[in-house]
């Protein structure tokens, strides 16, 4: 069980060009997604969280018009890089927190998106 | 300020040599204290909670124990596949607009040698 899944797992664009990645909470539904993003050796950054039916909140330094993130249903939510530029390649991860459930604190992680610009 | 602090950075074992790694904390008021795994170019994989002082999980070579400063994550008999980072994850006292966010430590690189 708690199983998220993104889409693409990896993907490569040309600057200025726009990316979107897909996460789905498979077996459960999700109140809450969180967007992080990771750089070689380094741990999880936070960029946003975002709740179902209603705007995301943005971490301080991410350009909420540069990431657009909806979170249309409780086992969707899409983050879209628009014009995207060689400085945001990295690793886009998602997480995911379960409705209810037994552990309300938990959040279970997608396997991430590889983003490449160039 | 809330803060989590993992060590050692990176840790290098020979099979069978059994470790802990520390996750030590400051936080206002703990709700909860996570473990995960990460292998390269994977997201986390969910490892372990723990909520109190006290308490301890187990699953397989990998025990989590709690403190009321910090949490250690021994491992006993480590295999090759066993190679990974984990990271920990703590919940503090204020809700963030009850999005419930974590704070990261930045990861222990664990390596066995076969």
Known sequence: GA??????????????????????????????????????????????TSNEGSKATYEQGVEKDKFLINHASLTLSTLTVTSAHPEDSSFYICSARPLGGRVIYEQFFGPGTRLTVL | EDQVTQSPEALRLQEGESSSLNCSYTVSGLRGLF????????????????YS??????????????????????????????????????????????????????????????
């Open chain 1, 3 to 48: 199983v998220v899944s993104q889409h693409p797992s990896w993907v490569i664009c040309k600057s200025g060009t726009s990316v979107k990645i897909e996460c789905r909470s498979l077996d459960f539904q999700a109140t809450t997604m969180f967007w992080y993003r990771q750089f070689p050796k380094q741990s999880l950054m936070l960029m946003a």
């Open chain 2, 35 to 50: 473990w995960y795994r990460q292998d390269p170019g994977k997201g986390p994989e969910f490892l372990f909670t723990l």
């Open chain 2, 53 to 114: 002082a006290g308490e301890e999980k187990e699953k397989e070579r990998l025990k989590a124990t709690l403190t009321k400063k910090e949490s250690f994550l021994h491992i006993t008999a480590p295999k090759p596949e066993d190679s990974a980072t984990y990271l920990c994850a703590v919940q503090a006292g204020r809700e963030m607009d009850s999005n419930y966010q974590l704070i990261w430590g930045a990861g222990t690189k664990l390596i066995i040698k076969p």
